[in-house]
């Protein structure tokens, strides 16, 4: 069962993201503020949860939360600033805009900057310890799947309708046969080394 908060008396925020590990699209990262005595019998961390009840668990948090944004990075600045630092952005975008200022932040994972003045804990695997980290983990990863959705259309050929950005065969195939856009992080050397060489030459030896 997970917890409901950290510190007792406190305001807690739970910030998490998702899409970090994408060849492709934006990182999305979201901060949630629960009702403290906030419970749902399918609320975990959001790759535990089948994907229809990620949908019904996002409408559920959107009405019960205190208050909840969403933000992202786009992978344009990914590669500017690097992934790491780009996930703690988008959750430091998402606490700008909650409406209700937290006294403390419940972060998944072991590494964060901090934010303003706020004391933050960060938690290996607290979407599966926290329901303001759950909560914020299924948030993120139904905002950041609606959006590659979008995304898709533009190019369907990537599949992101079933693999959402991340390095699927299919989606390393279609690298291969198309090269990549500019929704693709190029900081993250997924160019096959042979089209690598191939456009080498191409510079070399322009027709």
Known sequence: MLKRFHTK???EAGCDEAGRGCYAGPVFA????LPPDFRHPLLNDSKQVAPEDREMLRVVIEKKAVCYAVARIDSEE???INILKASFKAMHLALDQLSI????LLIDGNRFTPYQ????????QGDGLYTSIAAASILAKTYRDAYMLQLHEE??????????????????RAIETHGICQYHRKSFNIIPKQMELFREEEVKQPL
């Open 9 to 11: 008396h406190l305001l």
């Open 30 to 33: 979201a901060a949630v503020m």
């Open 78 to 80: 990914i590669d500017t």
């Open 101 to 104: 200022r937290p006294q403390s």
């Open 117 to 124: 003045d706020i004391p933050h804990h960060c938690i290996i």
């Open 155 to 172: 190019f369907p050929h990537y599949q992101w309708n079933s693999n959402k950005g991340y390095g699927t065969l299919a989606h390393r």
